[in-house]
T-cell receptor, first 114, second 109 residues
Framework: DSGVTQTPKHLITATGQRVTLRCSPR?????VYWYQQSLDQGLQFLIQ???????AKGNILERFSAQQFPDLHSELNLSSLELGDSALYFC?????????????FGPGTRLTVT | TQLLEQSPQFLSIQEGENLTVYCNSS?????LQWYRQEPGEGPVLLVT?????EVKKLKRLTFQFGDARKDSSLHITAAQPGDTGLYLC?????????FGAGTTVTVRA
């Protein structure tokens, strides 16, 4: 158990819908990272927040957005969902926001868009 | 196109054999990490290498970072069934971690 929690574990929704994925980092960690893992693209970095502020952006679509709240939990919002958005979404956390940093990954949310 | 190319894509060996996984890129990374991921779980960090030419040993696992900081290798000695999993290399630059596609390792008892 990494100490990072993600909810829900599974999510099935239809194209065009909007969903919210939630992540609670390890106690004491200030950084939260979001990743997408699919069979064709592998594990892709989406976005990082450090203590409530956006720190780095990766291959995140405009239809996706994220935020980190004062209690340090984070949410990833996915809208206008397409079939290709079906994937595993991982959240990771670390103490600091720089590099190299040890990131602890949560168990993931499996999103299926039908 | 992956920034980091891993080879081989799949590796199946008998318990007790040795194996090596390679991670190559045309880009220079400030540091490189190796993770192992098991089905239904998130990746777990195995090691971070920072200095070109660095070699780190963790029990039966040996990690090497290339002199030019563009490539790395993971060598497992006397593999055990518990070593089965997806091995991912990941390079750090500009606060971003870029992952390779992974090598699926199966160790048969």
């Amino acid at each position: 158990d990494s100490g990072v929690t993600q909810t829900p574990k599974h999510l099935i929704t239809a194209t065009g819908q909007r969903v919210t994925l939630r992540c609670s980092p390890r106690s004491g960690d200030l950084s939260v990272y979001w990743y997408q893992q699919s069979l064709d693209q592998g594990l892709q970095f989406l976005i990082q927040y450090y203590n409530g502020e956006e720190r780095a952006k990766g291959n995140i679509l405009e239809r996706f957005s994220a935020q980190q709240f004062p209690d340090l939990h984070s949410e990833l919002n996915l809208s206008s969902l397409e079939l290709g958005d079906s994937a595993l979404y991982f959240c990771a956390s670390s103490v600091g926001g720089g590099h190299p940093t040890e990131q602890y990954f949560g168990p993931g949310t499996r999103l299926t868009v039908t | 196109t992956q920034l980091l190319e891993q080879s081989p894509q799949f590796l199946s060996i008998q318990e007790g054999e040795n194996l090596t996984v390679y991670c190559n890129s045309s880009s220079v990374f400030s540091s490189l990490q190796w993770y192992r991921q098991e089905p239904g779980e998130g990746p777990v960090l195995l090691v971070t290498v920072v200095t070109g030419g660095e070699v780190k040993k963790l029990k039966r696992l040996t990690f090497q970072f290339g002199d030019a900081r563009k490539d790395s290798s993971l060598h497992i000695t006397a593999a055990q069934p518990g070593d089965t999993g997806l091995y991912l290399c990941a390079g750090f630059n500009d606060y971003k971690l870029s992952f390779g596609a992974g090598t699926t390792v199966t160790v048969r008892a």
